[in-house]
């Protein structure tokens, strides 16, 4: 995510400074762009001038003191309550005054972020989409605390990214994955009961609803650890059954099939 937040920033014209808590990490997030760009000028859709003026906008770091002139910072690790609030505060203390911080959260609340600061009026959601290159939407998360200002700067900020931006209030899952893991996780549901197999149901929601892709390819790109934090969360804030963790999911995560990035999950990615 880090690495397609900056591509979609810097393509837009803007200065990006991206963090990583290691100079290894940080660099690798700037070699994904670049391979992502170059692949680009293969294929016809970017002149190699532009990419070369798209990197020429961003640098990395390791220190989080590097981003303290910055007027919007986007934070996108990973989805732990108190990870996030301990690096709120912390960015609280370096970022400059009327700068906006904000969260790429999928699901947390924004409001508890925002209270972990001295500035809760200037923080809000801006949750970017997986990739974050080609996906259009953008949903802006206001929390009570959020100002006016806050939420209109931060509505500009994706637009003029070229994103679809969304205001949306801060509840669990906001508009997308509230709607979206009730479906994925009945679909491991459907699975458990024998209803059709994986392969069966995946096609069925391609042809029949024309998404891009079934339920179990989905859970596997967003990760398998990742949904069940996702659905552990909106379970916490709804008490909905719905949300409530089909135990293949679990299972699934404790033996270390978390999809994609693992090289296994519902289905098999080993080379």
Not at 93 to 121: C, F, H, Q, W, Y
Not at 156 to 173: L, M, P, S
Not at 187 to 195: Q, Y
């Amino acid at each position: 995510m880090g690495s397609g937040l900056a591509e979609v920033v810097a393509r837009a014209g803007r200065e990006v400074v991206v963090r990583s808590r290691t100079m290894s990490g940080a660099e690798a997030v700037l070699a994904g762009l670049q391979r992502n760009l170059d692949r680009a000028v293969e294929r016809g859709k970017l002149e190699a001038d532009e990419r070369d003026a798209i990197v020429a906008r961003i640098s990395v770091t390791d220190q989080l003191a590097d981003l303290a002139d910055c007027d919007l910072v986007i934070e996108s690790v990973v989805e732990d309550l108190e990870v996030k609030r301990e690096l709120f505060t912390q960015l609280d203390a370096i970022v400059k005054s009327g700068a906006i911080l904000a969260t790429n959260t999928s699901t947390l609340p924004v409001v508890e972020l925002a209270m972990a600061t001295g500035r809760p009026d200037a923080v809000c959601g801006v949750h970017f989409f997986n990739p974050a290159p080609a996906m259009a939407l953008v949903e802006v998360i206001r929390p009570i605390t959020a100002s006016d200002e806050t939420v209109a700067t931060a509505i500009e900020f994706a637009t003029d990214c070229g994103k679809n931006a969304v205001e949306v209030a801060d509840r669990a899952g906001f508009i997308v994955n509230a709607l979206l893991f009730p479906y994925l996780n009945n679909a491991v549901r459907m699975l458990e009961v024998g209803t059709a197999s994986k392969e069966s149901i995946d096609a069925a929601m391609v042809g029949g609803c024309n998404f891009p892709m079934g339920p179990f390819a989905l859970l596997d790109l967003v990760g398998l650890d990742t949904s069940v934090s996702i659905l552990d969360a909106l379970y916490e804030e709804f008490r909905d059954p719905n949300y409530a963790v089909v135990p293949t999911l679990r299972r699934m995560v404790a033996a270390g099939h978390l999809g994609r990035k693992s090289g296994r999950g519902f289905y098999d990615y080993g080379s």
